[in-house]
């Protein structure tokens, strides 16, 4: 491609062939002349420029690059990096557009129509990918809104996947557009009104999205499950006659299970069923929860069940669970980028809020976690791995045990008796429900609980919002685990501007009880609340919202007729 300064994009971008068109924009290659590549060439990546009849509005075309300028801090081996954004004048009219990585091997839902459905192994490594992803974006507060088929890229387009060759792109860009992409199978619905309706395609909003409801984590831990649905058998979970269907079907219909279509999907059921779950409730937290599951699931993919120990130097099975495979389909699992284990610390101790909340990566956007986690469907726990292997001796004749074996010595013997070797490590295991859960899931699985953090959230006191180190780290027998619980109070949202629907929509997904009846003037404009925004209560305190007032009406003018005289 060649071009000159006025055919550039920022001065920098240079424009060649279209890569795709979605509904806010279309993406074409370009060369990057501030970059070479190792032949001395201009690096290729992908330019997102917005659909001049979108970018006609100021308001939207500043919507979409803040949305960007978001992004481009997050970096992340699993998300396609954004190199630059801006606006370009051309004939008259004001163009938005984005530059990020371009990934060549196709998206994995064209991978999916020219294949069909990808193995649980597969399906898993492309999961991975896209979960460590959201991991990264959900611990800045990134909520990503429209993980679809078409936004999971392949680094490569033919041979095994690998989690590494994931890419996911367009986290939240046509959200900051301002409307939902457009076509046969998606929803366009606009949110300059003030309403809290959100964007993402049709087939696989969340069940909140689709009531326009405020979105955090747990509506991605939604789209991650349908996205899987797809992967393993080749459709989305609810493939309907209409669109208005597919939107009840999400509110409505139970989750689908992978295996009725498919039965080799069947070790992936429980992992896709819990993430599509009705209610932020009963799903996974948030992408770092769900990757811990779903880690759980492939490792027994990969590796055999041991034989039994009948040989001296037998390997115990704790050494699956802390040596993750590396080959085949999967790349890398969250087990085995797990935080380090930490030294013990006083259940009083209080931990530092940035150490806590960077490890656990609890992201509450626009108040979702008002669901969050509380009692209802258990989150699966991750199996807590047997004592290692007892002394050569008692390995020849008897299985192991996780109770110390005492051998007995010679008659002539001077040396205590053998007691087999206490386990190495353990697993951490998913923490959720109360602190009092909490603390007595870590004993069952020999752990102890170490600092307690408090964090507003809408939540009821004391629920478990996040741990350190996470689930599924592998750890020393006796280790604490730090746990940020929920304070039992929150802060206002400020909603002044919106209309009095979404005012209340917001205010109770924060945790609140709005007095009066906002139905009766759902359309009307908010000019605060009493108490104000900021203002932190108890969660289920009661807040007044304020309206503007209906300018007066003047009475009209009584004319005198035409006949009338003067």
């Known amino acids: 491609m060649t071009g000159t300064a006025d055919a550039t994009l920022g001065g920098r971008f240079v424009i060649g062939d279209l890569l795709g068109v979605g509904g806010s924009a279309s993406v074409y290659e370009a060369e990057d002349l501030q970059r070479s590549d190792d032949d001395g060439a201009p690096v290729r990546v992908a330019v997102k420029v917005l659909h001049p009849h979108l970018g006609a509005d100021a308001w939207t075309r500043d919507a979409f690059l803040a949305e960007a300028r978001a992004v481009q801090g997050l970096r992340h081996p699993n998300v396609a990096a954004v190199h630059g954004s801006g606006l370009h004048e051309a004939g008259g009219v004001t163009m938005a557009w984005i530059a990020l990585d371009l990934v060549p091997g196709g998206s994995v839902g064209d991978r999916v129509a020219a294949e069909g459905p990808m193995t649980p192994l597969a399906a898993g490594a492309v999961l991975d990918g896209v979960l460590a992803a959201l991991e990264a974006a959900h611990a800045r507060g990134l909520v990503h809104r429209d993980v679809s088929p078409g936004n999971v890229l392949l680094a490569r387009g033919t041979g095994s996947i690998r989690a590494a060759d994931v890419r996911l792109v367009d986290f939240g860009l046509a959200d900051a557009a301002g409307r939902t992409a457009a076509g046969s199978d998606v929803l366009r619905a606009p949110v300059r009104d003030g309403s809290a309706s959100v964007v993402g395609n049709l087939h696989f909003l969340s069940p909140e999205q689709a009531q326009a409801l405020p979105v955090g984590p747990a509506g991605d831990v939604y789209q991650v499950g349908a996205l899987a649905h797809l992967l393993l058998t080749g459709q989305p979970p609810f493939p309907r006659a209409t669109a208005v269907q597919v939107l009840q079907a999400h509110v409505t219909a139970p989750p689908p299970v992978p295996s009725a279509l498919v039965p ?303």
């Open 264 to 566: 080799a999907a069947r070790p992936l059921d429980r992992v896709v069923t819990r993430a599509l779950a009705k209610t932020p409730l009963r799903r996974y937290r948030d992408a770092a929860e769900m990757r811990s599951a779903l880690a759980a699931v492939l490792v027994g993919l990969t590796q055999p069940d041991p034989p039994a120990w009948t040989t001296a130097d037998a390997t115990p099975e704790v050494s699956r669970t802390r040596a993750l495979p590396a080959a085949g389909d999967l790349a890398y699992l969250a087990a085995a980028d797990g935080p380090e284990p930490r030294g013990p610390h006083s259940a009083a101790a209080r931990v530092p809020t940035g150490g806590v909340l960077a490890c656990v990566a609890v992201a509450l956007v626009v108040g979702l976690a008002t669901w969050g986690v509380l009692g209802g469907d258990a989150a699966p726990q991750v199996a807590v791995p047997p004592a290692a292997s007892p002394s050569a001796s008692a390995a020849a004749t008897s299985a192991p045990s996780t109770a110390p074996v005492a051998v007995p010595p010679p008659a002539d013997a001077t040396s205590p008796p053998a007691v087999a070797e206490a386990p190495s490590a353990v697993a951490v295991p998913v923490l959720v429900g109360s602190l009092a859960d909490a603390q007595a899931t870590l004993l069952l699985a020999g752990l102890v609980l170490g600092g307690v953090q408090d964090e507003d959230s809408p939540l009821a006191a004391d629920v478990v919002l996040g741990q350190v180190p996470a689930a599924g780290s592998p750890v020393a027998p006796g280790t604490a685990v730090d746990v940020v619980v929920a304070s039992g109070a929150n802060e206002v949202p400020a909603v002044a501007g919106l209309t009095v629907a979404s005012a209340t929509a917001t205010l109770e997904v924060a945790g609140f009880v709005v007095q009066g009846d906002p139905a009766a003037t759902s359309g009307a404009r908010v000019t605060g609340t009493l108490p104000g925004a900021g203002a932190v209560l108890r969660v289920g305190s009661a807040i007044t919202v304020v309206r503007e007032e209906p300018a007066p009406t003047a009475a009209p003018t009584e004319q005198p007729s035409a006949g009338s005289g003067a």
